[in-house]
């Protein structure tokens, strides 16, 4: 399983931004995938997950009114849509997948290798 995740930057409080993630290597057809982000300094935190087949969505708490996951199906890649970006939105975000159609947020065996997002004030 292969993970590249793109369209990280340095944007202003306020801003929107939108990260992609490409999958390959698998029929990720019985898969979940999901972005995950870790700010400096603390553990890697949950923020949303969608079924391939199904784009059944989950979204973390502290999130779910920001920012949206979905996919879209001819392109076959993964988005995180995040709207009004606030400066503890700052870190690494990741893209994950796990095997599994109804992971939870243990369950993610595969990751990419993380793209950086600075919001700033």
């Known amino acids: 399983v292969r993970l590249i995740e793109s369209g990280g930057a340095h944007v202003q409080v306020g801003d929107s931004l939108t990260l992609s993630c490409l999958p390959s290597?698998?029929?990720?057809?019985?898969?979940?995938l999901a972005w995950f982000r870790q700010a400096p300094g603390k553990p890697r935190e949950f923020l949303a997950s969608?079924?391939?087949?199904?784009?059944?969505?989950r979204h973390a708490d502290s999130v779910k009114d920001r920012f949206f996951i979905s996919r879209d199906s001819p392109s076959q890649t993964l988005f995180l849509i995040m709207n009004t970006l606030k400066s503890e939105d700052t870190g690494v975000y990741y893209c994950?997948?796990?095997?599994?159609?109804?992971?939870?947020?243990?369950?993610?065996?595969?990751w990419g290798q993380g793209t950086q997002v600075t919001v700033s004030s």
């Open positions: 994950a997948a796990a095997d599994n159609l109804r992971a939870t947020k243990l369950d993610f065996d595969f």
């Open positions: 290597g698998r029929n990720f057809d019985d898969y979940t």
């Open positions: 969608i079924t391939w087949i199904g784009h059944t969505t």
